[in-house]
């Protein structure tokens, strides 16, 4: 890694960075197994990162170099860790907001189309019985 590029990273760099993972983690619904990962490692960022330095010829066969890198260095400071363990729950947080609101749709389309559909038998039903007892009473 150049030292240079150390210099190029402004914290606007990982709060992006931050947001993507984040989006990502709660895509493929791993908010909880990430964030305990995250808060286990924490301790140990520093190594870690230089762990992910050592496995990157292999990483690099499947994730972009540059984005590997500057995720290297976000997580060599506890801090960042802490942003990243935020962001997800924060996007976490959105998603279920956004489900929960889907699901609320759902439910009050379900109950109208009933309505309708219980509302038509109804009427059916008592114009059968209003011709009935009409033709009764003839």
Do not use: W
């Amino acid at each position: 890694m150049d030292p240079e590029d150390y210099q190029k990273d402004t914290p606007e760099d990982y709060h992006r960075l931050c947001r993507k993972i984040a989006k990502k983690i709660v895509e493929r619904d791993l908010t909880v197994p990430a964030i305990m990962l995250l808060e286990s490692i924490k301790p140990v960022s520093f190594l870690g990162s230089q762990m992910l330095v050592f496995a990157n010829p292999v990483i690099s066969l499947i994730v972009q170099t540059g984005e590997y890198y500057r995720f290297v260095r976000m997580i060599e400071d506890r801090e960042n860790i802490e942003r990243l363990t935020l962001a997800i729950e924060e996007e976490n947080a959105e998603a279920s907001r956004i489900r929960s609101e889907m699901k609320r749709e759902r439910r009050k389309k379900r109950r109208t189309f009933f309505r309708r559909m219980l509302g038509r038998k109804d009427n059916n039903l008592h114009e059968t019985e209003g011709r009935s007892s009409g033709s009764g009473q003839s």
